[in-house]
């Protein structure tokens, strides 16, 4: 069956197609084209002009600059060569990769420094490794991409519950296999034995071809060598290195990532440059933050009695009393401190640390002597099991390192309760001022952070606690601003009191969602603010779009790729979300995959302990107001602008969003927004 051929870009696109998916002209009968066409064709991005040789300018750049690209260069090397950290807000289609790079590996050249550049998931660290191939057309570049073990073990891949290993047993099983090879004893690494043998063919294939994570990995098997062995021995080699954030936010795993970078005590030596920043905090307070569920105490408990003798943490305390103790403790905060139908109560002293010494007759450092026992017994204990083949970290010595997190934990820098869900009582450490990170960051003479959605940056800089100064700049899409169209209307909203004062509001909301989904004939993407408001008004929704409907599924990843990888292949659906997961942060949709967005309400984040923990203690460090500023407003207005972000994302892209709610007034300037008193009209007109 014949495609259509776009006149104007000279692209090919699936039979009947109405309109070009990748600069938007309207396709009819003349563009019939001779060539063959499959269904699912990809819109092509405008290609961009590569420069032929080195600019003193922008020597680094591969592309001839347009926008404000050699502003955005320019600003980075300064700051980078006066030692400070440059925080970036760069609208859609500045090339924040490609303009980082170029300005950081001008600086990080003359200083003999590496480019450690972070990224939130595989896909952006793939894309680092492309533009690295297209700047190595003028400059002699090289870079490596870096990811766990779990994704890059080729000996241990295929056996039995290898996906539900934790990295570290996986590391545990690795280093025997390796110590084996090492000392030239049977049982080794058939992988690892050959990694002298082929070093020198991978760092040819990475240095002249810039592979992805995949493809590295792919090419690695293939000769039978480990991926994961061999990265960590071209690291020192390459210019950059591309990797996930909890290389820098997990303590740990940074040491080892230092030392194999031959930085261990240098941190000076590397530049960072972080990609996605406004994730970068919430990352930092997750990797701190800790919990203590019943199943884990039940779980070491039993393992006590699978054990020789009646080992003893502490003068005559057994093992097994002193953690079905630290049990009953946890049931007894829940028994004095939860009222009827109360699901959290906040622990802001150590009462669990105080029952506990009293119980033992220990004073504070014999408890943490007796913790320190408990994990003692059972790293022993995971020897054991690791040498029997079960492939597994003793439940005792998880519970001693979370029971020694739980006790340093007592501070403002942790907000710390019990909760009870269906599975029973647990305790929570959330970790609310990310200390750890903020050490690591301010021993970095110069670091870029980089986001299409950063505002306000001194905000970003204040809660890293980023020292020294930093820069701040914000540079505007390059894209013509009559391509994007945000309306608001002031007669609906979500605000829970609002919608129990009015009744009618969530029926008023559901006629205007399919009012506007009906109005257009173009892809759209429906922003619910949770869950329960995407289940309470689906009902109607199912019943009055009168299109091809698609759903995020809670709790159902496969079923909700499913759905978007459908929605994308169609040019009229409706693709049912919620802002701040994958599908309004982490997706692109070029072309006529996404034109029109719906969001219904201000996703303001829910109240939490954690929430006014922090509130009041940004409060306290700069000033009454800030604190609701810092953990309400400013995530509510990034989720909003990720989510209209996905709208444009070449320069042919055309999209509005119609956000629905009344509380959007108060943020007009912020989203270049109008008010409507007609959205199904405008959107129908803009299309049009």
């Known amino acids: 069956m014949n495609g259509m051929f776009c006149r104007r870009c000279k692209s090919l696109m699936p039979p009947g197609s109405n309109r070009c998916r990748s600069c938007g002209a309207t396709l009819g009968p003349e563009s019939i084209s001779n060539q063959s066409s499959l269904d699912g064709i990809g819109p092509r991005k405008p290609k961009v002009e590569l420069v032929q040789e080195s600019s003193s300018d922008a020597p680094y750049l591969p592309y001839k600059p347009r926008g404000c690209q050699m502003d955005i260069i320019s600003d980075i090397r300064n700051a980078l060569n006066e030692g400070r950290h440059i925080i970036i807000e760069s609208g859609t289609g500045t090339g924040k990769t490609i303009v980082s790079l170029s300005a950081g590996l001008e600086h990080a050249k003359s200083c003999g420094k590496k480019i450690v550049y972070l990224t939130r998931t595989i896909s952006q660290s793939d894309q680092v490794m492309r533009e690295l191939k297209a700047i190595s057309r003028i400059k002699t570049v090289s870079g490596l991409t870096i990811t766990g073990r779990n994704k890059s073990c080729p000996l241990f891949r295929g056996t039995t519950g290898y996906e539900s290993l934790s990295p570290k047993v996986l590391s545990m099983m690795c280093e025997e296999k390796r110590s084996k090879s090492i000392k030239g004893q049977a049982g080794g690494c058939r992988y690892y034995d050959r990694i002298k043998t082929e070093i020198d063919n991978v760092e040819s294939f990475v240095i002249n071809d810039f592979p992805t994570s995949d493809e590295l990995d792919r090419y690695c098997e293939k000769i039978g060598v480990c991926p994961y062995e061999m990265k960590k021995q071209l690291m020192k080699k390459v210019d950059v290195v591309a990797v996930p954030y909890v290389h ?92 009827l139908n109360e699901k959290e109560v906040i622990i802001d002293d150590d009462y669990i640390e105080q029952r506990m010494m009293a119980k033992f007759q220990m004073k504070s450092q014999d408890l943490d002597s007796a913790i320190e026992r408990v994990i003692d017994i059972g790293e022993a204990r995971t020897e054991l099991l690791m040498e029997s083949g079960e492939n597994r970290v003793s439940e005792i010595q998880t519970l001693g390192i979370s029971m020694r997190d739980w006790c340093s934990s007592a501070s403002s820098r942790f907000v710390r309760s ?55 700049r914000i540079y505007p899409s390059p894209f013509p601003p009559e391509n994007r169209s945000v309306l608001y209307v002031n007669d609906v909203t979500t605000q829970q009191k ?90 692109d949709f070029p072309g006529d995959e996404l034109c029109f967005a719906i969001i219904v309400g201000i996703p303001y984040p829910p109240p939490s302990s954690e929430q006014k923990a922090m509130s009041a203690m940004f409060d306290q460090r700069y000033g009454a107001g800030k604190g609701w500023v810092y953990t309400s407003e400013v995530p509510a207005l990034r989720k909003m602008k990720q989510a209209i972000g996905r709208l444009i994302r070449t320069e042919t892209d055309r999209g509005m969003a119609v956000i629905l709610d009344s509380r959007a007034s108060r943020y007009v300037k912020q989203l270049d927004a109008k008010l409507t008193d007609d959205p199904a009209g405008d959107a129908a007109r803009f299309f049009r």
């Open 248 to 339: 820098i936010l997990s303590n740990d795993i940074r040491q080892n990532l230092m030392a194999n970078l031959g930085m261990e005590d240098s941190p000076e030596g590397i530049l960072l440059i972080v990609d996605e920043a406004h994730n970068l905090v919430d990352a930092a307070r997750d990797q701190e933050s800790f919990t203590i569920d019943r199943d884990l105490v039940d779980r070491a408990i039993d393992e006590c009695s699978t054990m020789k003798g009646d080992p003893t943490v502490w003068m005559e305390v057994s093992l097994k009393d002193f953690l079905s103790f630290f049990k009953n403790s946890i049931r007894n905060v829940a028994t004095e401190k939860l009222g």
């Open 498 to 587: 609002e919608m129990q004062k009015d009744p009618s509001m969530q029926n008023r909301l559901e006629r205007y969602i399919a009012n506007l989904c009906n109005s257009v004939d173009k892809n759209t993407l429906v922003f619910f603010t949770s869950y329960y408001f995407m289940r309470m008004m689906r009902p109607y929704l199912e019943t009055h779009i009168n299109k091809k409907l698609y759903w995020e599924e809670s709790r159902n990843q496969r079923r909700t790729m499913e759905n978007l990888t459908a929605f994308r292949n169609g040019r009229d659906g409706v693709f049912f979300s919620v802002m701040g997961g994958s599908v309004a942060e982490g997706m």
């Open 418 to 472: 019990l909760k009870i869900d269906q599975d029973g009582e647990y305790l929570s450490a959330k970790c609310i001022d990310p200390r750890e990170i903020s050490v690591f960051l301010n021993s970095v003479p110069g670091a870029i952070h980089m986001s299409g959605t950063l505002q306000p940056l001194d905000q970003y800089a204040r809660v890293l606690g980023l020292q020294g100064n930093p820069r701040f």
